[in-house]
């Protein structure tokens, strides 16, 4: 069970626009600590996606966008492409009983 | 060209140990905190641990809270981890990953990553 929630997968057709959701609680982003994302293509590493609710690195299309709002925080990517195919994942920090940084369960996208 | 290579993952059995390293080059991986992630085979991210860029901040999950140790070289620029204890639910893949430069520890993020080296507990 993970602290941050993600829907396990979504899907959409290339050129659609699809969001994933992360919901956490007062101790996470509730709080007002910032949620990042990461790209995990397939077989490979985790790569920063989102920083900051809302920042891309350089080298990240625009086609990503994060935002966040109260207890949630979203990943909307327009647009799509079959190279999005992957697993995306939300983290933040926890200031409950025990600090902690905290991931999503994931979110595996489907481009149909 | 960032790039962090992690090694020392192998087989071990229920209650012995592995050392796991992370050389970084093409960054100066002293100015930064540095962590490590875990994930089991076909599951989701899992943070280990991490340590500060001038090592006052060292945290660890609950999980292996006792068990693992995390260190640093800043003369090496590598990081460590010892996974003491070992148990068959650490079984993984584990990514050293490091934060950005001039954020606070805890609120910080996961910049670059290795390829990760697979850790299996069995008997």
């Known amino acids: 069970q993970s602290v941050l929630t993600q829907p396990p997968a979504v899907s959409g057709a290339p050129g659609q626009r699809v969001t994933i959701s992360c919901t956490g609680s007062g101790s996470n982003i509730g709080a007002g600590y910032d949620v990042h994302w990461y790209q995990q293509l397939p077989g490979t590493a985790p790569k920063l996606l989102i920083y900051?609710?809302?920042h891309r690195p350089s080298g990240v299309p625009d086609r990503f966008s994060g935002s966040k709002s109260g207890t949630s925080a979203s990943l909307a990517i327009t647009g799509l492409r079959p190279e999005d195919e992957a697993d995306y994942y939300c983290?933040?920090?926890?200031?409950?009983?025990?600090?902690?940084?905290?991931f999503g369960g994931g979110t595996k996208l489907t481009v149909l | 060209e960032v790039q962090l290579v992690e090694s020392g993952g192998g087989l071990a059995q229920p209650g012995r140990s592995l050392r796991l390293s992370c050389a970084v080059s093409g960054f100066n991986s002293g100015d930064s905190a540095m962590h490590w992630v875990r994930q089991p085979p076909g599951k989701g991210l899992e943070w280990v641990s991490g340590?500060?860029?001038?090592?006052?901040?060292?945290a660890y999950a609950d999980s292996v809270k006792g068990r693992f140790t995390i260190s640093r070289d800043s003369a090496k620029n590598s990081l460590y981890l010892q996974l003491n204890s070992l148990r068959p639910e650490d079984t993984a893949f584990y990514y050293c990953?490091?934060?950005?430069?001039?954020?606070?520890?805890?609120?910080?993020?996961?910049?670059?990553w290795g390829q990760g080296t697979l850790v299996t507990v069995s008997s």
């Open positions: 990953a490091t934060g950005p430069l001039g954020y606070d520890f805890w609120t910080g993020f996961l910049h670059f």
């Open positions: 983290q933040s920090y926890d200031n409950g009983l025990s600090r902690s940084w905290v």
């Open positions: 900051a609710s809302s």
């Open positions: 340590i500060s860029a001038n090592r006052d901040i060292i």
